[in-house]
Structure formats: C-alpha cells, structure tokens
C-alpha cells in the first residue's frame, strides 16, 4: 500500500496528539506533521500542503470549526478528519458545517478514535489522493 499520504494532525491535548501519531506512523505513514495549536497549524498548512488533515473540533484560542472555515479561507483541497470528545450531534453538525465551506470531510470520529477506524479513513484517503476526489464524491 502507498503510504506516501501528507497528513497534518492537529490536537490541543499533547497527550492525544502524540497518540494520534504513534498510530498513524504505526499504520505505515511517516509523512505526518502534528500540531497543537490551531493558528500555528494555518501557518504550517500552506508550506507543508497535506493531503489529509485530522482536526480535533474542541481546541482553545481558535476551535477546529474556526480552524477549518480558515482553511478552506485559503483554499485548502485535501480532505478532512474530524475529531472530538462531544457528543455525535455535535460531529455532525460540524460536518455540515465544513462541508458548507467546500471542504470534502471524509469522517467525523469520537475520541479516542478506534485503530481500525482510522485505518480505514487512512486508507481513503491515501485511495483519493492517488485518483482524484471526482472519483469518490464530495465526502460523507
């Protein structure tokens, strides 16, 4: 498998955040850059340019729905992974939400995130990057 995927992950809980990594790295995908703070993360966006952007929604300063409506401010076009501690009700809305601003949401997990299930979102993601979002629609 082309575990060559661009991923930014973005976490205020360094705890979480280092997590996150050890199993993204541990699934075979090295190329992974970790935040803990959302504003840093829109500096690093456009210079490290991710194919995939796992996005925890309830973070200080600047929450993660603040975060991706500047995201998509600035044209990113990879795809997106909600993250977060709330209620599903709560996820859901924030999909909507991110998708209203163009950005293609490829799932929206409860914390902690099951192994397998980001597995799978891994592995559409690696799949849509290497085709082409035409081929796989608009997200969820």
Known sequence: MDTSLKILLLDDDAFMLELLTDIVNGLGYDNVHGESDARQALTVLPAFQPELLVCDLSMP????????????????????????GMDSGILRAAETLAMAQGLTILGACTKPVARAELADLLALATRRARTGPAAHGTGK
């Open 61 to 84: 300063e600047m929450d993660g729905i603040e975060f991706l409506r500047a995201a998509a401010e600035i044209h990113f076009r990879g795809t997106v992974i909600l993250l977060s």
